[in-house]
């Protein structure tokens, strides 16, 4: 017997199809329902909270006390003060901070630090996972939590005066950990003037009008010709892809220093290194004395494939994790058949810091510090704990980002950075960098930036080279010669750093 069945023992009219068709999306649409709150509510929730332009956030920013922000001693950086309006008004404590730490502003909003950490410092993203799902129940929701970075005030103020008035960036890092040490940009600004009630949209429009661009970062937002400090980028491809040894030589190297070297009827020069002579140079040497014609050859051995693959591995081409925005450093804007080079000719000038090539300071720190670690690259980062209001600390670990190079070819690299600076051919180049009594590794580079314009001054290297505990990466805004730019002031910080830390 089949059929619907009444109480009465007659058959109950069948449900009609129409019917079970709409309860049937009834249901799917509250299944739906429920996996969208999940997701939002559950998956998505600490995005949500922590994005700036969140209701709830910007709420928070007017009515929260919000966390204060310290060096990695405790020395307080940015704490809060009444307004003649009895609001909240940060106090920045240390002007050398500007670009990192940024601002917090009722008229124009925040940046920096102040800008990643916002739903933190007001308390609206707890690092309790029980603080988090009781916040909305309890009469005060807001748990503002302090920021320790794990920037040493001292160093990073140091890293300001060598830079003086001139326009550049200074990053220091722990190459074991990716903690950063110093992170500068010149000239920065005292967020103290936009935050002032009174004076703040004046000061703010001058800043927005200042030739010198002291409200961008240089240091993460700053994109620039590499020059040399690339060809250790391409000693890391050269090596880690079997391309060349330390002890590869390329016989026509010497004769085309006099003549040039032709790629594509393109004419490559170096001739400033005469003190070579006629023998061809290996790694070393060709590192040591900045060898255009050497790093050229090296990276049409490796290829415009291979030459964007490993600098890939690198960072390049990718967002780097970091508590900051920072733009993407390239290889190339082309996209030729070649890994993205248009031809050899492309491919050879960016091989030696040139061409197409565009860095920021940062993704030059990451470079040396991954040859300082022994080939393992270190996801930077500026906060290294969060304290809630009861004391209670939340570390930021360390992370591993990748494995770039294995560590036998990562010391190859560090060798020939060490000559560079250590040995009597490197020393007229990179000798300016060496810390006195410690043995120091590094690169200079002098970027040509067309026209009559000075080229860039960079230096990238790290220290002690048998141990580092600091790399570094320095870059002055047409400052001319890397040996007499920056070499100079990157030997004084990491002998700066090294004697807070010995």
Known sequence: MSGNVGRGGGRLPPIPRTVMRVALVIGLLYVALGLGLTYWQVIRADDLTSDPGNPLVLAARRNARPGRMLDVRGKVLVDNVRAADGSNLRRYREPSFGSVIGYRSTRFGTAGLERSYDAQLVGLLPENPLDRLLRKFQPDPYRPQDIVLGIDARLQKKAAQLLGNRRGAIVAIEPSTGRILALVSSPTYDANTIVDPRKGAAAYRRLQKDPDKPLLDRSTLGRYVPGSVFKVVT????LGSSAITPSTVFPGQPAEEETGFQVGGFTITDGH???TGDKALALNAATAVSCN???????LEVGGVGLAEWAGRLGFGSTIPFDLPVVPS???????PDGGFADDVELANAAFGQAEAFVTPLQMALVAATVANRGVLMAPRLVVELRDRNGVRYPRPPSIWRQVIDPVRADEVAGAMRYAVESTLGRPYAGAAKVPGVPTAGKTGTAQ???SARPHSWFIGFAPADNPTIAV???IENGGAGATGAA???GDLMEYALKLSP
Do not use: D, E, K, R
């Open 273 to 275: 290194h005469p003190q």
């Open 293 to 299: 014609i050497y790093f050229a050859n090296v990276g």
């Open 488 to 490: 100079p002031l990157a």
């Open 473 to 475: 990466a320095v870059l």
């Open 235 to 238: 000693a890391i491809a050269g």
């Open 330 to 336: 390239i290889v190339t804007t082309g996209s030729g």
């Open 449 to 451: 930036v067309g026209g």
